[in-house]
């Protein structure tokens, strides 16, 4: 592994670091990019972070609304198959790591942290031999950004183990102390309160990722009344980009469809049990905050997602249900009955307590405040 850039001379005082994070595209790349910042502003709070990401990515939202800047640079998609952009790729990764340099130089870099996606690739690059890299790889299975930027990467922090990348250290995701610290019983009320939930009615959770999932959608929402007639509130997020038109059904708990869920906390505190999707990021958090699920992963990839549920699944936290058996008639017979026995939601949720790591922010946090000569 390739040394530091910047070094401190013995006795010298410790100035303050600039983490530079790189983790644009989508909720699973940003929020543990996100959390790794907090927990290096809460260990070095004179630290500067900064975020880098793409004019397109959910991170035009996410990174400014969490106070931190955010510097815009060309992604880099690598093409699947063999086509025209393949060939124009060497130039446009040229460009992408020549203004992703220009940035690091600006804000004065002391260790770049890459989180996989289309911005950490000219991050690794444009880092390399200049600035220290530290690469975290949610998945299992790493993308090639990550095996790119692993293999001259200071530090590498994983998951899960058994992630093929050299010399990694297992951490676990990093999560956002809102989420690691969520208290859900004395949270319930205003929780519920705050979506507009009936306060006492079992409650499902239903979500498919930040852009939402339509056979979710489908599924759930052609369930509607048979959730109602069980006596069962629904708070279902469909996607910024979807409808969800429910029919209401008087005198019954509320379905209450919203586009995207701001307050992740009061969602999962307003829940009984949680049926969505399960990405690496998505488990860790229903995992920390003991919440029942119903994983429902995403039947394209290499099915990655169906791996990041196994542990909970094995654990008693978890079913999963393959994304073509998920229909209204799955829901009526397998969803209904488990958010209605609250014997079995207590078990399923103290099944929970123990998988992840919930400490993984400020751990991984020092290891990047240790490369950066902090």
Request: one cysteine or more; proline letters at 9%.
């Amino acid at each position: 592994m390739s040394d530091p850039v910047k070094r401190a001379e013995p006795g010298a005082a410790r100035t303050a670091p600039t983490v530079v994070v790189a983790g644009g595209g989508t909720a699973g790349h940003i929020e543990p990019a996100l959390a790794l910042a907090d927990a290096v502003k809460r260990l070095r709070p004179d630290a500067s972070v900064v975020a880098l990401g793409t004019e397109r990515g959910l991170e035009n939202r996410l990174v400014p609304a969490r106070g931190y800047p955010l510097e815009l640079v060309p992604p880099v998609p690598l093409p699947r198959k063999p086509t025209a952009d393949l060939l124009r790729l060497p130039r446009r990764v040229w460009e992408s790591v020549r203004r992703t340099r220009a940035v690091l130089d600006r804000v004065g870099a002391d260790v770049v942290v890459g989180f996989g996606g289309y911005v950490s690739l000219p991050a690794y690059l444009a880092a390399r031999g200049r600035v220290p890299i530290v690469v975290h790889e949610a998945n299992k299975h790493p993308g090639l950004a990550n095996k790119v930027g692993a293999r001259f990467a200071n530090r590498v922090a994983v998951a899960v183990p058994g992630t093929p990348l050299p010399g990694a250290d297992v951490v676990g995701i990093p999560l956002r102390r809102s989420i690691t610290a969520l208290d859900r019983p004395a949270l319930r009320a205003e929780a519920r309160e705050h979506f507009g939930l009936d306060p006492d009615a079992p409650t499902l959770l239903v979500f498919g990722g930040s852009q939402g999932a339509r056979s979710l959608n489908v599924a759930v929402s052609g369930a509607a009344r048979e959730l109602a007639e069980a006596g069962i509130g629904v708070l279902h997020a469909h996607g910024p980009k979807n409808t969800l038109a429910v029919q209401e059904f008087a005198g019954r708990p509320a379905y209450v469809p919203v586009p995207y869920l701001e307050r992740m906390d009061l969602a999962y505190a307003a829940a009984d049990v949680v049926l969505c999707r399960s990405g690496a990021m998505t488990v860790a958090e229903v995992s920390a905050v003991g919440l029942p699920a119903v994983f429902v992963p995403l039947p394209h990839g290499n099915g990655e997602q169906a791996l990041n549920a196994r542990p909970a699944v094995d654990a008693g936290a978890a079913l999963l249900v393959d994304d073509t058996d998920l229909t209204p008639a799955k829901v009526a017979e397998l969803v209904i009955p488990l958010v209605t026995d609250a014997e079995r939601i207590g078990k399923m949720s103290a099944a929970a307590v123990g998988l992840g790591h919930r400490e993984a922010d400020e751990v991984l946090a020092r290891m990047v405040l240790a490369a950066a000569g902090g």
